[in-house]
Nanobody, 122 residues
Framework: QVQLVESGGGLVQAGGSLRLSCAASGRTFSSYAMGWFRQAPGKERDFVAAINWSGGRTRYADAVKGRFTISRDNAKNTVYLQMNSLKAVDTAVYYC???????????????WGQGTQVTVSS
């Protein structure tokens, strides 16, 4: 079991940056792959980025490639999402998720945080 708490959301102007954090409880954090998803009003939850257990492999949705960076600090049980060059279309609730397989390719996220709102004004 792992519990996830996101932070760092807020209101930012287009072109600006935000860094989201996701703090995880539990001693198994370093074995989990971690991911970020987002859900805009009236839309389905979409994959944003994932990172494997060691931090050595990442994957991104095409919509955020080159602008967002996922990273993790296993010593701090925390995963981050650095978001640069933000656009109005990035406005959504962002969710952190954990995948017990540890693999960035599996996308079997069984644990979710409560989400943090990101609003980008144009």
């Amino acid at each position: 079991q792992v519990q996830l708490v996101e932070s760092g959301g807020g209101l930012v102007q287009a072109g600006g940056s935000l860094r989201l954090s996701c703090a995880a409880s539990g001693r198994t954090f370093s074995s989990y792959a971690m991911g970020w998803f987002r859900q805009a009003p009236g839309k389905e939850r979409d994959f944003v980025a994932a990172i494997n257990w060691s931090g050595g492999r990442t994957r991104y949705a095409d919509a955020v490639k080159g602008r967002f960076t996922i990273s993790r600090d296993n010593a701090k049980n925390t995963v981050y999402l650095q978001m640069n060059s933000l656009k109005a279309v990035d406005t959504a609730v962002y969710y952190c998720a954990a995948d017990p397989t540890g693999l960035v390719t599996s996308l079997k996220f069984g644990f979710w945080g409560q989400g943090t709102q990101v609003t980008v004004s144009s």
